[in-house]
């Protein structure tokens, strides 16, 4: 990471798009920047499918980005929660979190 905590877009890794394959992933030694990815892109396969795992793999994302200091992944994983519950039409828990953000990022 070239500046703690900057809002510089980081690359992308390559990660595969297949869940399972992402979940082994996370049982091999990672680096934090490369787990929260995986935590995000695991968020973003399920929010259609399975929210309360969505939202589990965004909790993750959450604890470590505050660990590591990550504010633009911890701004990320608020606003895409406040996604998902737009999604759900749960517009008040929406507008939280998109509110949320403009704290972090």
């Known amino acids: ?19 399972t394959e992402l979940k082994c992933l996370l049982q091999t030694s990672l680096d934090d920047e490369t787990k929260l990815q995986v935590y995000y892109k695991l968020a973003r396969k399920y929010y259609d ?9 965004l909790d993750q994302v959450e604890v470590l980005s505050k660990n590591v200091d990550d ?9 895409f929660r406040g996604y998902i519950y737009l999604k759900l039409h749960d517009s008040v828990n929406a507008m939280s979190f998109f509110l949320e953000v403009g704290f972090y990022i």
């Open 49 to 57: 499918e399975n929210t309360d795992l969505a939202h589990y793999y």
């Open 1 to 19: 990471m070239l500046f703690s905590g900057s809002l510089l877009a980081k690359p992308s890794l390559d990660l595969p798009d297949d869940t």
């Open 71 to 79: 504010k633009l992944s911890f701004g990320k994983a608020i606003y």
